[in-house]
């Protein structure tokens, strides 16, 4: 079993930058991949980016160049740097984790994680 906590969620300004945190527990030795989804009220959850245990990382077209993932393997945290916010990345954003080993094709991740986060909220004011 593995138990993520995300932390960081908030309210800010468009243009202006919010990072969220997770927090892994447990199996983690298991993990092969972490991600962070978003769901907005009323559509399905999707997914956001990616980091493999090898470094590697995957984004959603829409925040190429905003969004950055990274990890520390120390703590045993995966973050989500959010710069340039606007109203549209509003949503619960949801750590996941998986144990499956990574097949090269990051397909395996859109639809769903092993291991969920409770959420936390991001909140962008026009």
């Known amino acids: 079993q593995v138990h993520l906590v995300e932390s960081g969620g908030g309210l800010v300004q468009t243009g202006g930058s919010l990072s969220v945190s997770c927090l892994a527990s447990g199996r983690v030795d298991s993990i092969t991949a972490m991600g962070w989804y978003r769901q907005d009220p009323g559509r399905p959850r999707v997914l956001v980016a990616v980091i493999t245990v090898d470094g590697n990382t995957w984004y959603k077209e829409s925040v190429k160049g905003r969004f950055t993932i990274s990890r520390d393997n120390i703590k045993n945290t995966v973050y989500l740097q959010m710069n340039s916010l606007s109203p549209e990345d509003t949503a619960i954003y949801y750590c996941?984790?998986?144990?499956?080993?990574?097949?090269?094709?990051?397909?395996?991740?859109?639809?769903?994680?092993?291991?969920w986060g409770k959420g936390t909220l991001v909140t962008v004011s026009s």
């Open positions: 996941a984790a998986d144990q499956r080993t990574a097949d090269g094709n990051w397909k395996q991740y859109y639809d769903a994680m092993d291991y």
